[in-house]
């Protein structure tokens, strides 16, 4: 196994620059650390190279202990979204502006935070269609949250833009497939998608810029935030009727694709 300098040159800075302090010794004053010279810098780093050549564990074990600290933060996000969305109850089922599929009388509503760019977020698409279909008693709430990147953000709003003419489904499912295909978004793909499901372009252009269309995408991404979702797909699943300061356990969070037997038990508990 052969490291990269830049590997061993980071960890013999971080080496370089720690400093020891005893409790029972006064800290001593700052002092300015001088530049290595280059041949410093390739002693240093062989020094590190040699020390992981010799213990590789030590990489392994470094890993291990960042993706465990990850695991960690996700939890105690999960856990405090969990507690925390029955404050956003108004916000997250009852905004009259979001694109919804179903029955608008429906008892239970699944909110669904997204990005036409997440490849999970692409599979869940047909599952949620399946859910509407199989269930009357069923609402989904979309909610536009286009993390990843300028692209993402164009698709949100076309996508918004195509809800004004009453086609906001046929353009998001069609962006879908798409993108489940492998097909890499581009705005003219998006375009091409919005003429093939019907949309009148020009409108379409002038509307994704427009102020309902900013507004609603800060709207989302603000919620987001509160409720420290950090991925998507993010689901809240609770009864449509739901009010603000609602008991937590009201609302369930489901962080990440689930499947249609997981998000059917869901609503089933809920429903009952």
Known sequence: MKFKPILTSVIASSLLSSSFIYADQPTPPAQPVPPMSPEQQKQVEKVVHDYLMKNPNVIFEAIQALQQKQMDEARKNMEKTQVTAPKFADALFHQGNDPSLGNPNGKVTIVDFFDYQCPHCTKMTPVLESIVNSNPNVRIVFKEFPIRGPVSEVAARMALAAKIQGKYFEFHK???K???????????????????????????????????????????????QDLLIMGTPAFFVAKTDIKNNAPAAAITFLPGQVDQAQLTEV???ISG
């Open 174 to 176: 069609a962006v879908m």
């Open 178 to 224: 798409q993108a489940e295909q492998g097909q890499q978004l581009s705005e003219s793909l998006l375009l091409k998608i919005a003429q093939s499901v019907g949309l009148n372009v020009k409108k379409l252009q002038d509307d994704m810029k427009g102020p309902v269309v900013s507004q609603e995408i800060k709207q989302n991404t603000k919620l987001a």
């Open 267 to 269: 609503i089933k508990k």
